[in-house]
């Protein structure tokens, strides 16, 4: 297929880079938070650009979208992020048209999240979606595609158990502590950031430790404190950071900063502390980890924690896929009518001239000619012949290609089509 019909003949593109060759501070140096995202949607507007959404996660960034040659969109990224075209060529991937399809299916279905069953991404489409929409750069085909993935993600979640219990790396955070860290209930945990991760780590915790000593501080308290009201927890104020962590056996930071928030000098206690960084850029400094009684673990380590769920969970793969497979299959079959949708048009265009001209003839030659009964029946005529090769193309997609050739040819409607 050589273009999608959508966006004057460009190409639909993903680019993006992930986990899977991108280490956390690669993707950090990609990463969009909300006002990148807007500032690189309005260049996208000014430059031309039809149709285009973004998301950026801890495990990714990715844009999708149409254009020419997909360093269009490449460029818009370096430009809005830290991240050089250089770096991005070592680890990143480009997907074309229907790989680029395919791609946003595996995505937003969770199956290639870091952790497997963390459906988080799908809202972060929706919104990207809401976002891009509100600066009027979609058009139908990325409203359906969005919305067949989203199809697709709830099918996965209602038809498996792929998404049983919790598994996100806030789920995952707290299983590391439960696994390594004893009488869990009754230490000391200070959350640093109540962003989206946070928010979710502190239920995690509330929920799985049974643990009363759980403090939270954010660079703006309010937020900290609507978090600690739903679970009774203690708030403290940034200037108590230091101390706090001073008082503290476990220590997870989810500022979402593009620079470390904590370094070695916060740190003074000489009581074993860990530090879980569950941020992208990571908000912990490197050299942290050489302090003797602190262990650092990123958010990359505890991703590839594996349990006897996240196991389990393997075995649903096959199902998840097939209803991707299914879902797909619907998109690209309304993906093919949207092909042949134009030449459709323009021969339906065609035969009303010819209808007009014949009719036209006919009123001149025949007294008393009835234009309402002639218009009614020659309209129906046409519906119906457009109608016949409309369904000859859905039913015949192998040579769909030299149907609308041939049709194009014997009716002329290249000049109609332009």
Known sequence: MENFHFSGGKHFYTIGLSYKKADAEIRGHFSLDEEAKQRLLEQANEEGIEAILTTSTCNRTEIYGFAHHPFELIKLLCEHTHGTVEEFEKV??????KRAIAHMFQVGTGLDSQILGDFEIISQLKNSFIQSKKLGLTNVFLERLVNAVIQASKRIKNETEISSGATSVAFASVQYILNNIENISEKNILLFGTGKIGRNTCENLVKHTKNHHITLINRTKDKAERVAGKFNLIVKDYADLQAEIRNSDILIVATGAHNPTISKELIYSKKDLLILDLSIPK??????????NVRLVHLDQLSKMTDATLERRQQFIPKAQEIIIEVEA???????????????KALKKKLKTMKDDELDFQRRKITDFNDEQAEIISNRIIQKITKHFANHLKSDS?????S??????VFQLEELQK
Request: glycine share 0%; no cysteine; charged share 35%.
């Open 330 to 344: 619907e998109f690209n079959k309304w993906l093919e009518t949207r092909k042949f949708a134009p030449t459709i």
């Open 398 to 402: 192998e040579t769909t290609d030299e």
């Open 283 to 292: 908000n912990v400094a490197d050299d942290v980890a050489e302090l003797s």
């Open 92 to 97: 990143a991937y480009v997907h074309k048209n």
């Open 404 to 409: 609308l050739e041939l049709i194009q040819k």
